[in-house]
């Protein structure tokens, strides 16, 4: 076993070697535009592949995916690269390999990790007992916090109180997916700091408060959900209820008491580092500019610093608290080591998907705004929905749409409906698969660390079919289907 996994590592790194020396003698043969709009759709089988490991090896090879995940990211990243070096050229595939790591998973990476490290030295204390009321209180404070300190920082500080408050119970999925309907991904739609759709949005000059004009659908998909959510949740309450569970409770109740609330300040300072990076640029030239890598790959300035304080941020957290804070919050280091290794695969073999999609975009025939809400929408539940909004956004600006108020962007304007359309799609959508957000990995993993039993990827899918979809369809029928 140890010879085969060193067998696969020598291979990536030989891969990599072959082609940093390739790419100075096929230095970048295509544009990435020129590359998509001719690119056949047989390079999405690795992404596709990727996506069905994820789905079916935990159920039928649990514990071989367990052991061989950075085997399998390896194999499908392999299989996408090794004939898009061979048949397009090497520069050009050393050029979207690094653009997708530095330019993409890195920061995606980063973010996630300071956020992750920051919320696991924040502890919620007390008799906090998981009944259906409090449940939905939880997801409503979680919901309210994600649109300010993002869907990840929502998700990772408030999921640790909504488990530990439903410890004593046995049917608690259903509290886990909502929480990721909800906290996870609709909440982030109110500020750019709330989900990185909308803070894409407003780097192109979308102003920071518009977002404000989604309250109306993210209340109403709200208040749908949370009302589905107490059905539901009544109905396994009284069932645990029926079989003798009960919380345990102490003789002397404790007060709810936030312990590590210093951390806050820690909170606030990288959601300062995300909203800088997109502001800087603008602001100071300097920042623009970056460390130049190959082709057109550049990290910027603005990136570095964002990293930089992300980084320190987190340091500064876990010198800062004590280690029983983080015991007491049940804090590993699984949920992110899992996104991270499985979303470099994903970022990597979903390449051949976005330069398709941004090369031919424009030719899918999408001119209503229902129809930009759930195109944006279905396929930001497969792949990044960043570069899907900022495709859709591109082709509203540059397709003379016409239709109510127009909204002023650096490149022209786009129709406020459409932009609501495509905002919408971006971030609410995500919540329709694990992988349609980083979050909903995170939050997956923490719960089954936490002994939850959840779904997997296509029972999570049929609760998002059978919860979610409804609700995207009475949104389209309200504001985006008779405009």
């Known amino acids: 076993m140890k010879k085969l996994k060193s067998a696969v590592w020598g291979t990536a790194l030989a891969l990599c070697a ?20 001719t690119l056949s759709l047989s ?31 390896i194999f499908w990243s392999l299989a996408f690269v090794i004939p898009f070096a061979v048949f397009i050229g090497a520069g050009t595939a050393w050029e979207q390999v690094l653009e997708s790591i530095i330019g993409d998973y890195l920061g995606f990476i980063v973010l996630l990790f300071g956020l992750f490290c920051v919320a696991g030295n924040i502890v919620l204390e007390g008799d906090l007992v998981g009944t259906p009321k409090l449940n939905v209180l939880l997801l409503l404070i979680g919901t309210a916090l994600s649109g300010w300190i993002g869907t990840t920082g929502a998700s990772m500080v408030m999921i640790r109180p909504l488990i530990r408050a439903n410890k004593w119970r046995q049917r608690k999925a259903q509290i886990v997916i909502f929480f990721i309907f909800l906290v996870s991904n609709i909440g982030g739609c109110l500020t750019p700091v709330g989900d990185p759709p909308l803070l894409m949005g407003f780097n192109n000059g979308v102003s920071f408060f518009w977002s404000l004009n989604l309250l109306p659908v993210m209340l109403l998909n709200v208040a749908i959900l949370l009302l589905l959510f107490f059905i539901i949740d009544n109905n396994a309450y009284k069932k645990d209820v029926a079989d003798g569970l009960k919380p345990e409770t102490s003789e002397e109740k404790k007060k709810l008491r936030l312990t590590g609330a210093h951390n806050i300040i820690f909170m606030i300072v990288i959601v300062a580092a995300v909203i800088l990076s997109g502001v800087l640029p603008q602001q100071v030239p300097f920042f623009a500019k970056g460390i130049h890598f190959y082709g057109e790959v550049e990290l910027s300035y603005a990136s570095i610093l964002e990293m930089v304080m992300i980084l320190v941020a987190a340091f500064l957290s876990f010198r800062t608290t004590k280690k029983e804070v983080r015991e007491e919050n049940h804090f590993t280091w699984d949920a992110i080591q899992e996104v991270a290794v499985l979303f470099i695969g994903i970022f990597i073999t979903m390449i051949p998907a976005l330069l398709i999609l941004k090369a031919r975009g424009s030719e899918l025939g999408i001119e209503k ?7 944006t929408g279905f396929l930001s539940s497969f792949l990044d929905n960043t570069p ?32 609501m359309a495509i905002s919408c799609g971006a971030v609410f959508m995500g919540a329709n698969t694990y992988i349609g957000n980083a979050p909903n990995f995170m939050v997956r993993s923490i719960a089954e660390e936490n002994g939850i039993k959840m779904p997997s990827f296509f029972g999570y899918m049929a609760w998002s079919v059978s919860c979610l979809i409804p609700v995207f369809l009475i949104d389209t029928l309200i504001f985006f289907l008779f405009v």
């Open 18 to 37: 072959l082609m940093a020396n390739s790419s100075v003698a096929f230095a970048a043969e295509k544009g990435a535009e020129s590359v998509g709009s």
């Open 43 to 73: 390079y999405c089988i690795p992404f596709v592949g990727m996506l069905l490991c994820i789905a079916i090896c935990p159920l039928v090879v649990g514990e071989w995916w367990e052991k061989w995940k950075p085997a399998a990211v």
């Open 369 to 375: 705004p229902w129809q930009f809400f759930w195109m």
């Open 388 to 419: 899907t909004y900022l495709v859709f956004f591109t082709t509203a600006v540059h397709s003379a749409l016409t239709g109510g108020t127009m909204v002023k962007v650096l490149d022209g304007t786009i129709p406020k409906i459409f932009l």
